[in-house]
């Protein structure tokens, strides 16, 4: 669930910096995904993909470095933002990739 809630504090956030207005829009432009993507991660109790958590990496690391390209001090704190954002996405994708092997692992050290 800690790759949902890392979604959530993105959208949250790029909702904050009037990047976007609704859930889907997060869900289609920022995760390239279908409109209803957060909603069956919540009501399901899943996991984003490792897709949408990378797109949406890609995306923020992106929309950085473009904003600390401005003069405006509020474009380059909302590019350290986008960062901190941008470095949780692809942390959560890596811990989900070992726990996954370690469970492989350790299943084939069982057998």
């Given at each position: 669930?800690?790759g949902l809630?890392i979604?959530e504090q ?8 009037n ?10 432009q920022?995760?390239?995904k279908?409109?209803?993507y957060?909603?069956t ?10 897709d949408?958590?990378?797109t949406?990496?890609?995306?923020l ?9 401005s ?7 909302w590019?350290?933002?986008f ?29």
């Amino acid at each position: 669930m800690m790759g949902l809630q890392i979604l959530e504090q993105v959208r949250d956030q790029l909702k904050q910096c009037n990047a976007l207005s609704t859930d889907r829009e997060f869900c289609e432009q920022w995760l390239g995904k279908s409109e209803c993507y957060l909603r069956t991660l919540r009501y399901g109790h899943l996991s984003p993909s490792a897709d949408a958590m990378m797109t949406c990496a890609s995306k923020l690391s992106w929309y950085a470095r473009q904003l600390n390209k401005s003069t405006h001090t509020h474009h380059k704190h909302w590019a350290g933002v986008f960062n901190q954002l941008r470095s949780d996405c692809v942390s959560a994708v890596e811990q989900q990739a070992q726990r996954n092997w370690q469970q492989r692992m350790n299943g084939s050290l069982a057998q």
